[in-house]
């Protein structure tokens, strides 16, 4: 009887195992980009060890009224393709790895990491 306990309760482990979901991987390093406040002050932003994988609309620039971003500089280890769109669509570029950067007319509003 023992020996049954102890196998259900391996299978149940190995099942509970299994259900959790593992960590999304990472772009290793930063990527900036530069935006324009309604004052017409420019910020820079960094974004640390983004998510591979996912769209990631920057917060300062979610829809078309607001002024995009500009000169995207990739320092991570994976491919950053950057949209004109907040939803990952429409014009792209990609900069690669570790040194890619666009300039002022690389207008941007969401980046994905991967490759």
Same mark, same amino acid.
């Given at each position: 009887?023992?020996?049954?306990? %102890?196998?259900?309760?391996?299978?149940?482990? !190995?099942?509970?195992?299994?259900?959790? *979901?593992?960590?999304?991987?990472?772009?290793?390093?930063? !990527?900036?980009?530069?935006?324009?406040?309604?004052?017409?002050? %420019?910020?820079?932003?960094?974004?640390?060890? *983004?998510?591979?994988?996912?769209?990631?609309?920057?917060?300062?620039? *979610?829809?078309?009224?607001?002024?995009?971003?500009?000169?995207? &500089?990739?320092?991570?280890?994976?491919?950053?393709? &950057? !949209? !004109?769109?907040?939803?990952?669509?429409?014009?792209? &570029?990609?900069?690669? *790895? &570790?040194?890619?950067a666009g300039n002022q007319n690389t207008?941007?509003?969401?980046v994905v990491f991967g490759g």
């Open positions: 009887m023992s020996l049954r306990r %102890a196998a259900l309760a391996a299978a149940g482990a !190995f099942t509970l195992l299994l259900a959790i *979901p593992s960590s999304a991987s990472a772009a290793v390093g930063e !990527f900036s980009y530069t935006w324009i406040d309604d004052d017409g002050v %420019a910020h820079h932003r960094k974004l640390v060890d *983004p998510r591979e994988e996912d769209c990631i609309t920057l917060p300062e620039t *979610p829809d078309i009224e607001a002024a995009p971003a500009h000169t995207p &500089v990739n320092r991570t280890d994976k491919t950053a393709t &950057v !949209f !004109f769109e907040a939803d990952c669509s429409g014009e792209w &570029v990609n900069l690669r *790895p &570790v040194n890619g207008l941007i509003r969401a």
